[in-house]
């Protein structure tokens, strides 16, 4: 089978593990399979041929996020073993809005949608290759929805579900059962997720669906559709939801979520992230999240086990999606910042953005001017008090954009690339000063 030709924008090689014959031995062996239609079937279909497949995105939000990540390595992965993807961006789906088990959602309006479309696309497309005999390709399910009657969608869509599986749904039941209740709207999401299936599948021989495990009745409504009115067999995954060990919720940092956006969640903070990964999630976050091979990961999993105190597996996994997500060149900044905040660098080098972007995830002060090192050890909560802070600049423990401070009068003034100050206190606490 031919390989994508191209190495898309992000800037790993990812060279596809030789021990794996195939494909779906490498998702199951990641972790990747959570539930799906028949496995025999859908094991000989990914090693027969170059398939098409399919997965959507909601413009729900200006970004996609990480959970969306993993369906984004997952299209990466399917088409460097030879397959060929079709990104959906959902212009009509985002109008109308996937049911939440919780609340109905708030519309929002066509200008929104609109943008974050426009958005949405230009990430999935930096995931893919455009290039090849297996490009792929972009597609939004607003061009065969909107010119539709509701006439005709009742007809010849509607015609075809059945009210008394809709409802078994999750996502429906759940909502069915709430106070909340469901609109006419949300319910009939279904319909237009198995709709784009069937025309994906008319249009272009798409086979097969993949997507988060909450998805699984969406999945599902396309393989009933297509099976109903082309009597054909076609298929659907879908991913596991990735959950932490310790029971906190993924993807959050302090209770944001963590986007893919650079403007709206920087690459210092997304290392930050993964950097901070439980030992015991490491493992399975490296299979997923990475293309390091089958051996690259045994080997962290002994590295976990036998010196978990280097982190040098949280260390490659940070790298590694960082990488992925705002290319080498922003990785490789985060990385020097990250070093050298924490005292193995130079903090003169770094670049000013990437800076300023890490003292952002810092405590940190502003002010006009520079200020006496006495004030901003207060200002930036380092300390409680101006006596405490005298105290431990005569005990020697403080350090001013990495030159240590004896000094109370000592003017933190700004001088790093971006008009910033860093201070230390101690080995390990750390605070920014923004001047100007
Ligand atoms: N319902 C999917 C997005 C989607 C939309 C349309 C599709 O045809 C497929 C997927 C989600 O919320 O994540």
Known sequence: MKRVSATPVSALAPANDPSFENVW????????????????????????GSITYYCGFDPTAPSLHLGNLVQLLLM?????????????????????????????RVLNTRETVEEWVSRLRAQVERFLSFEGDNAARM?????????????????????HFRVGTMIKKDAVSARLNSDAGIS??????????????????????????????????????????IHRVEGTS????????????????????????????????SPYRMYQFWLSTADADVISRLKVFTFLTRDEIAEYER?????????????????????TVHGHDAALAVVAASDALFGQGDLTSLDAATLRSA??????????????????????????????????????????????????????A???????????RGKKTLAGVFVG
């Open 76 to 104: 990466r992965r399917l088409q460097l073993a030879g397959h060929s993807p079709l990104g959906l961006v959902g212009g009509s789906t985002g109008l109308i809005g996937d049911p939440r088990p919780t609340a109905e």
């Open 25 to 48: 031995d490498e998702i199951v062996w990641r972790g990747l399979v959570h539930v799906s239609t028949d496995q025999e079937a859908l094991r000989a279909l990914l090693s027969e």
């Open 139 to 159: 597609v939004n399910n607003l061009d065969w929805t909107a010119p539709m009657s509701a006439i005709d969608f009742l007809r010849e869509i509607g015609k």
């Open 234 to 265: 076609v298929h659907a995954i879908g991913t596991p939801l990735i959950t932490n060990t310790d029971g906190t919720k993924f993807g959050k940092s302090e209770g944001n979520a963590i986007w893919l956006d650079a403007e709206m969640c």
């Open 303 to 323: 590295l976990v086990e036998t010196e978990p105190f280097r982190r040098a597996a949280q260390r490659r996994l940070a790298l590694e999606v960082t990488t």
């Open 184 to 225: 006419y709207t949300e319910f009939s999401y279904q319909i237009l997720q198995g709709m784009d299936f069937l025309e994906l599948h008319r249009s272009y021989g798409c086979v097969l669906q993949t997507g988060g495990s909450d998805q699984w009745g969406n999945l599902t409504s396309g393989t009933d559709l």
């Open 414 to 424: 700004g001088s790093l690339p971006g008009g910033v100050s860093v201070v230390r």
């Open 359 to 412: 003292l952002e995830e810092l405590p940190h002060a502003r002010t006009a001017d520079g200020i006496p090192i006495v004030q901003a050890l207060v200002e930036t909560g380092l300390v409680s008090s101006l006596s405490e802070a005298r105290r431990a600049i005569a005990q020697g423990g403080v350090v001013v954009d990495g030159e240590k401070v004896a000094d109370e009068g000592h003017i933190v």
